[in-house]
């Protein structure tokens, strides 16, 4: 009795900032406070991703920067967005199981199509290596790709859909270090450090209380330091070359 009565204490305790890690093939389930975090820890990125990116749009010199500030900006406020409905759903109305399972998989869709954004001004904006001009194109396949894999088998092989992220992450990067300027590479780098320890509380609900909040936090150092590089080493160069011949 005094071990059951101490399992189900341990129970309570958990229940308040971390429940019980469950199997593989199951959702975890955060608790109340886990669900604030994690609306919190993107909500909160929403406003500055938008101030962020109509900064590069109003920085734009030519059509090809336009086009990326567009490109970039969608992917990187749509994380934050779609994220941020997706954890409310989920915490305040979870009833409505077809609508989170939708928003759940849209969530999963629109870090391929991020990771793809997010190269998308490199690709474009810098002169090209010998394969670069490849990767172009080439990244957008893999964000298809990767769509279609969660659509078919969305939550069934986790660690392959997390090396799917990676995979994503990491081979266009090093297409990038084969271009003659590497200006900001030391930033890219860093937002990739970033990522990957995120990835360590990503996988790690159950066993870290607010594991998935911290795992945000990551996302948004990050993002946060992609966007840096974008604005300090493509836009604000070419801003400043236009002041100078003025």
């Known amino acids: 009795r005094e071990k059951e009565g101490r399992r189900e204490g341990d129970g309570e305790e958990a229940g308040w900032f971390m429940n019980h890690r469950v199997p593989s093939h199951k959702r975890y389930q955060p608790t109340e406070y886990?669900?604030?975090?994690?609306?919190?820890?993107?909500?909160?990125?929403?406003?500055?991703?938008?101030?962020?990116?109509?900064?590069?749009?109003?920085?734009?010199?030519?059509?090809?920067?336009?086009?990326?500030?567009?490109?970039?900006g969608?992917?990187?406020?749509?994380?934050?967005?779609?994220?941020?409905?997706?954890?409310?759903?989920?915490?305040?109305?979870?009833?409505?199981?077809?609508?989170?399972?939708?928003?759940?998989?849209?969530?999963?869709?629109?870090?391929?199509?991020?990771?793809?954004?997010s190269y998308a001004p490199w690709l474009n904006l810098r002169e090209l290596g010998p394969w670069a001009s490849h990767m172009r194109w080439l990244v957008w396949i893999m964000a298809s790709v990767g769509t279609v894999y969660v659509f078919f088998f969305h939550e069934r092989y986790k660690l392959l859909e997390l090396l799917c992220y990676v995979v994503m992450g990491f081979f266009p990067a090093l297409?990038?270090?084969?271009?003659?300027?590497?200006?900001?590479?030391?930033?890219?780098?860093?937002?990739?450090?970033?990522?990957?320890?995120?990835?360590?509380?990503?996988?790690?609900?159950?066993?870290?209380?607010?594991?998935?909040?911290?795992?945000?936090?990551?996302?948004?150092?990050?993002a946060g330091t992609h966007y840096y590089a974008i604005w300090r080493y493509l836009y604000l160069p070419s801003t400043l070359q236009t002041k100078v011949s003025k």
Do not use: Q
């Not at 101030?51 to 920085?59: A, E, P, R, T, V």
């Not at 941020?84 to 870090?111: A, G």
């Not at 297409?175 to 900001?184: A, F, K, Q, R, Y």
């Open 74 to 117: 969608l992917g990187l406020c749509s994380l934050f967005v779609v994220s941020t409905i997706f954890h409310t759903i989920s915490w305040k109305k979870s009833h409505l199981r077809m609508v989170e399972h939708c928003l759940h998989m849209i969530d999963r869709m629109v870090i391929y199509y991020f990771i793809a954004a």
């Open 175 to 222: 297409v990038i270090l084969s271009m003659p300027n590497t200006d900001g590479i030391w930033e890219l780098m860093t937002g990739g450090v970033f990522y990957c320890l995120g990835m360590v509380f990503f996988k790690s609900d159950g066993r870290i209380p607010f594991a998935h909040a911290i795992w945000h936090l990551f996302v948004a150092f990050g």
């Open 34 to 72: 886990e669900h604030a975090a994690n609306c919190a820890t993107h909500a909160f990125w929403i406003i500055p991703s938008i101030l962020g990116s109509s900064n590069l749009y109003f920085l734009s010199d030519d059509d090809w920067e336009t086009i990326s500030a567009w490109i970039y």
